[in-house]
Nanobody, 121 residues
Framework: QVQLVESGGGLVQPGGSLTLSCVASGRIVSINGMGWYRQAPGKQRELVASITSGGSTNYEDSVKGRFTIFRDYAKKMVYLQMNSLKSEDTAVYYC???????????????WGQGTQVTVSS
């Protein structure tokens, strides 16, 4: 059984920094893209940042220049370094991975349980 487990969320003051971590475990044959999504109260879940197996990254406009996504391929981990945090970054952050758990089966999306990030003074 494949699991994605996030960590690193918490309460931080505006202008502060946090780094989120996510580890994929279980029967994993290959991992394609990985990414971070967030969902604020009353809003839809949105993509924050993604990174392909080749290392190409993509960011939501409001986090460009403040957030950095990176992977440790050997450890099957993805990170989101968040700097200059704003109150509008407050949300539950979800880790996502497109991966294959059996040879011959197509890759599909898996999700973590989410970690709360609250930016407040």
């Amino acid at each position: 059984q494949v699991q994605l487990v996030e960590s690193g969320g918490g309460l931080v003051q505006p202008g502060g920094s946090l780094t989120l971590s996510c580890v994929a475990s279980g029967r994993i044959v290959s991992i394609n893209g990985m990414g971070w999504y967030r969902q604020a109260p009353g809003k839809q879940r949105e993509l924050v940042a993604s990174i392909t197996s080749g290392g190409s990254t993509n960011y939501e406009d409001s986090v460009k220049g403040r957030f950095t996504i990176f992977r440790d391929y050997a450890k099957k981990m993805v990170y989101l370094q968040m700097n200059s945090l704003k109150s509008e970054d407050t949300a539950v952050y979800y880790c996502n991975a497109e991966l294959s758990s059996w040879l011959g089966l197509p890759a599909r999306d898996y999700w973590g349980q989410g970690t709360q990030v609250t930016v407040s003074s």
